[in-house]
């Protein structure tokens, strides 16, 4: 009778037929040509208008493509670049070398030789007093997961945050600086500590009480200064990286050294492929000159979009990429890189497989423990909505960020929505019922709205799309 009962209210399967092979081609046929034509207008407006950017914004010259010029005016790429040219990667392959040395002659003491290298590497680049700012932290939020009390370590991670904006702070720390980058690099390190602190704090509050303190002081010391993800992530939990470089097995991991080789030459062609993209399209000097926003033509403003956000994908290949083969080569499993953004057709979707790590942080200590889907469709709403507030205050706190946090909340609630109604088996039952294919009309309408948006976003040249830059 149970079991009747059980396959009488059991949700029906939802079938889905597979579309012909003539029909998938011609779709991707469709959307290819719709990003080659939109990136070459975008390429014809760059021409065009290429000596009036060039004297408002001092476009460099194109080192590996000839006769081009190079756009710098994405912030991120620009700042990450030239501090990977002039330090990281001596500062990663010192890291490097560091590991594999360790590993064959004190492996016991791999873990102890890896935290003094980034203590280190660490005030080399920030300096003495940079340096000192960490470890306040550190200090700080170390004392405070001491109580074991979860709501006292947020609210002390939030403050630090919170200091990270005060300008009278800022004008201090950059007094200690020659040059804007240094300052911001101390910025971005302390953000990316942020997360890592808060990620220890919690977990201490929740373990049982038995660890002793100067274990998980040595522990918590090496999880914040492990060098490859110490400046810009990706970010890894603290539960995760203490099992996995503690694993009776990890001093024996070797990578082979085909697989390193075919990972570097994949890094430098998506290294390769960035530059490439702002020395033919001038998206963000376009996207900040409000002027000629109003006069390219549909099809450029709908480019400019696809290719501000295709180049956000391509730039966090390189710049998760580095690390996640550091971090590869130590043993550890690094978070997966982000996917291909005109693969995803959700808000989930995205904010699930873009940032791996921060989804997962997020999920962890913001959405599960403020009750998630355990409390039905408010619960969902109440938790996400906490977890893009803190998305949104880690970032900055800016008004545009704000805007752009609330837009993806509601849109991810919208989703969850709709999935919600969608279970019901009578909706079930409609939906199996349809048998001609609207994927085309979808498509098209999808098109429209990428441009249409494309061009009331883009004419607002202070919104950034690079919503990973503090």
Same mark, same amino acid.
Not at 118 to 129: E, H, N, Q, T
Not at 441 to 446: G, Q, S, T, V, Y
């Given at each position: 009778?149970h079991?009747?009962?059980k396959?009488?209210?059991q949700?029906?399967?939802l079938h889905?037929?597979?579309l012909?092979?003539w029909?998938?081609g011609f779709y991707?046929l469709?959307s290819?040509?719709s990003h080659l034509?939109?990136?070459?207008?975008?390429?014809?407006?760059?021409?065009?208008y290429e000596e009036?950017l060039t004297s408002?914004?001092?476009f460099?010259q194109?080192?590996f493509i000839?006769?081009f010029k190079?756009?710098?005016?994405?912030?991120?790429?620009?700042?990450?670049?030239?501090?990977?040219q002039n330090?990281?990667?001596w500062?990663l392959i010192?890291?490097?070398?560091v590991s594999?040395?360790s590993?064959m002659?004190?492996?016991?003491?791999r873990v102890?030789?890896?935290t003094?290298?980034?203590?280190?590497?660490s005030l080399?680049?920030?300096?003495l007093k940079?340096?000192?700012?960490?470890l306040?932290?550190?200090?700080?939020s170390?004392?405070?997961?001491?109580?074991r009390v979860?709501?006292?370590?947020?609210?002390?991670?939030?403050l630090?945050?919170?200091?990270l /904006?005060m300008?009278? &702070? !800022?004008?201090?720390?950059?007094?200690?600086y020659k040059?804007?980058n240094?300052y911001?690099l %101390?910025? +971005?390190?302390?953000?990316m500590?942020?997360l890592r602190y808060?990620?220890?704090?919690?977990e201490y509050?929740w373990?049982?009480?038995g660890?002793?303190?100067?274990?998980?002081?040595?522990?918590?010391?090496a999880?914040?200064?492990?060098?490859?993800?110490?400046?810009?992530g990706p970010?890894?939990n603290?539960?995760?990286?203490t099992l996995q470089m503690?694993?009776?097995?990890?001093?024996?991991?070797?990578t082979?050294?085909?697989?390193?080789?075919l990972?570097?030459?994949r890094?430098f062609?998506?290294?390769l492929?960035?530059?490439s993209?702002?020395?033919?399209?001038?998206?963000h000097?376009i996207?900040? /000159?409000a002027?000629? &926003? !109003?006069i390219v033509?549909i099809w450029a403003?709908?480019?400019l979009?696809?290719a501000?956000? %295709?180049? +956000?994908?391509v730039?966090y290949?390189?710049?998760f990429g580095?690390?996640?083969?550091?971090?590869k080569?130590?043993g550890?499993?690094?978070?997966r890189?982000?996917?291909?953004?005109?693969?995803m057709?959700s808000?989930?979707?995205m904010?699930?497989h873009?940032?791996?790590?921060l989804?997962?942080?997020?999920?962890r200590y913001?959405?599960?423990?403020?009750?998630?889907?355990?409390?039905?469709?408010?619960?969902?709403m109440?938790s996400s909505g906490?977890a893009?507030g803190f998305?949104?205050?880690w970032?900055?706190?800016?008004?545009?960020?704000?805007n752009w946090a609330?837009?993806?909340w509601?849109?991810?609630?919208?989703?969850?929505?709709v999935k919600?109604?969608?279970s019901?088996?009578?909706?079930q039952g409609?939906i199996a019922?349809?048998e001609?294919?609207?994927?085309?009309?979808?498509?098209?309408?999808?098109?429209h709205?990428?441009?249409?948006n494309?061009?009331?976003?883009?004419?607002?040249?202070?919104c950034?799309l690079?919503?990973n830059c503090c």
């Amino acid at each position: 009778m149970h079991n009747q009962a059980k396959q009488r209210f059991q949700k029906p399967p939802l079938h889905t037929a597979a579309l012909p092979v003539w029909e998938i081609g011609f779709y991707l046929l469709l959307s290819a040509g719709s990003h080659l034509y939109s990136f070459y207008e975008v390429y014809k407006v760059s021409k065009d208008y290429e000596e009036e950017l060039t004297s408002e914004f001092e476009f460099e010259q194109g080192f590996f493509i000839w006769g081009f010029k190079k756009d710098p005016t994405d912030f991120e790429w620009s700042f990450w670049t030239e501090w990977g040219q002039n330090s990281l990667i001596w500062t990663l392959i010192g890291h490097s070398v560091v590991s594999k040395v360790s590993r064959m002659c004190i492996p016991k003491f791999r873990v102890w030789f890896l935290t003094l290298y980034g203590l280190l590497a660490s005030l080399f680049l920030l300096g003495l007093k940079g340096l000192a700012v960490v470890l306040l932290h550190m200090a700080l939020s170390y004392t405070v997961a001491m109580l074991r009390v979860p709501l006292m370590s947020w609210l002390c991670s939030l403050l630090l945050l919170y200091t990270l /904006h005060m300008s009278s &702070l !800022e004008e201090m720390q950059r007094s200690w600086y020659k040059t804007e980058n240094e300052y911001y690099l %101390l910025l +971005f390190s302390l953000a990316m500590c942020c997360l890592r602190y808060t990620s220890f704090s919690l977990e201490y509050c929740w373990q049982n009480s038995g660890q002793k303190s100067y274990k998980s002081f040595f522990w918590f010391t090496a999880y914040l200064f492990y060098y490859p993800l110490f400046h810009n992530g990706p970010i890894i939990n603290y539960e995760e990286f203490t099992l996995q470089m503690q694993r009776q097995d990890s001093s024996v991991v070797q990578t082979d050294i085909c697989t390193v080789i075919l990972t570097i030459a994949r890094i430098f062609l998506w290294w390769l492929l960035a530059e490439s993209m702002i020395q033919f399209m001038y998206m963000h000097a376009i996207q900040s /000159h409000a002027t000629l &926003l !109003e006069i390219v033509p549909i099809w450029a403003l709908g480019g400019l979009a696809l290719a501000q956000v %295709l180049f +956000f994908y391509v730039k966090y290949l390189v710049l998760f990429g580095v690390p996640a083969l550091i971090v590869k080569l130590d043993g550890i499993e690094a978070p997966r890189l982000p996917r291909c953004v005109s693969t995803m057709y959700s808000f989930t979707g995205m904010w699930r497989h873009f940032d791996v790590g921060l989804h997962r942080w997020l999920i962890r200590y913001i959405y599960v423990p403020m009750g998630g889907s355990q409390h039905g469709f408010l619960g969902k709403m109440f938790s996400s909505g906490l977890a893009f507030g803190f998305v949104y205050y880690w970032h900055g706190g800016h008004d545009y960020l704000l805007n752009w946090a609330v837009l993806n909340w509601l849109g991810v609630i919208a989703e969850n929505g709709v999935k919600t109604v969608a279970s019901f088996p009578p909706v079930q039952g409609l939906i199996a019922g349809q048998e001609q294919p609207y994927l085309f009309l979808f498509f098209c309408i999808a098109l429209h709205k990428l441009e249409w948006n494309g061009k009331e976003h883009i004419r607002k040249s202070d919104c950034k799309l690079q919503c990973n830059c503090c």
